[in-house]
């Protein structure tokens, strides 16, 4: 009986063993089971974001794809834009070169007429600075030499593109006179040595008068007393000072052409005058205008 009881004792220990020994093995696969769940799950992880990262590569591709054909589009329309052309230019390149002989000089003439106008205006641009030099150096010589008189009496100014001397006849002329004044000689002096130094000018000596009326046995009118004034300073300056009288014209404007207005005595003052009016030789600028001038 004794015996009995520990074989049982035996056979219950030994099966005791084997279960706990198949729980550790189950337990152990299970483990085993889980790691490669885990890992599975961590590949499939990494195949979906590697999944997605190459979806988004293929999308920029294909992006890309669509604007390199849009290019390739549009590089292809100018490509036949450009054959469009090249076939017009070569059409007008035949019809160019049927232009006949003839054609050929005119064109040859048509140009060299645009070349020897193009010659005039540069030479017509060199002698209106020429005189815009000659200007300024005359009346800076002028104005350096009547620095000593007064304003009042003499006046020098650039109009249109000349130098005007504007003499007043308070100190020219007694009233009425044509008779120049003692005074006015040392004026005229100084006037005349500059025009002297400048042969290639021209003079013209105008008189102004008001338009006050004036009659005596020597006068008519103020045409006659403006003329016999602008004759009284050419004469002087020729027959006195030296000036070539081919150089000047003298004649008269009467009151028709006042400085200001003949409303009051000041005003009337400032319009009885004598202009010389200093002008380039007008035949240096009609030769820029005349073919062949000078051949």
């Known amino acids: 009986m004794k015996n009995t009881l520990l074989a049982v004792a035996m056979l219950f220990v030994l099966g005791s063993c084997a279960s706990k020994k198949k729980l550790l093995t189950a337990q152990k696969q299970a483990n085993e089971i889980q790691i490669q769940l885990d890992k599975a799950r961590a590949d499939l992880n990494d195949c979906d974001s590697r999944t997605a990262g190459l ?28 054959k469009k ?23 040859k003439k048509s140009l060299a007429m645009m070349d020897a106008q193009g010659t005039q205006i540069r ?27 007064s304003d009042e009496d003499v006046q020098i100014e650039v109009k249109k593109g000349v130098v005007y001397v504007s003499l007043s006849d308070k100190m020219l ?34 008189g102004h008068t008001d338009n006050v009326p004036i009659a005596t046995d020597k006068v008519s009118d103020n045409w006659d007393l403006s003329v016999l004034r602008a004759t009284s300073v050419a004469r002087t300056l020729q027959k006195k000072y030296g000036v070539e009288p081919v150089r000047m014209i003298a004649g008269g404007r009467g009151e028709y052409l006042p400085k200001v ?9 400032l319009n009885r005058r004598t202009e010389i009016i200093i002008t380039p030789k007008l035949d240096q600028f009609f030769n820029l205008y005349t073919p062949n001038a000078g051949k």
């Open 55 to 82: 979806n988004n590569d293929l999308k920029a591709k294909n992006d890309e794809l669509t604007s390199k054909n849009a290019k390739l589009k549009e590089l292809e329309e100018q490509v036949e834009f450009l």
């Open 261 to 269: 207005a003949n409303d009051s005595a000041p005003n009337r003052s």
């Open 173 to 206: 002329f007694r009233s009425g006179s044509s008779v120049i004044n003692t005074q006015a000689e040392s004026v005229l002096s100084k006037v005349a040595k500059i025009l002297n130094d400048y042969k290639e000018i021209e003079i013209l000596i105008e």
């Open 123 to 149: 030479d017509l641009n060199s002698s209106i600075q020429k005189k815009d030099s000659l200007n300024m150096a005359l009346v800076l010589n002028l104005k350096r030499s009547l620095a000593d008189v």
């Open 85 to 107: 052309n090249n076939n017009n230019l070569l059409d007008r390149m035949s019809d160019l070169s049927v232009i006949s002989k003839e054609g050929s000089e005119s064109i």
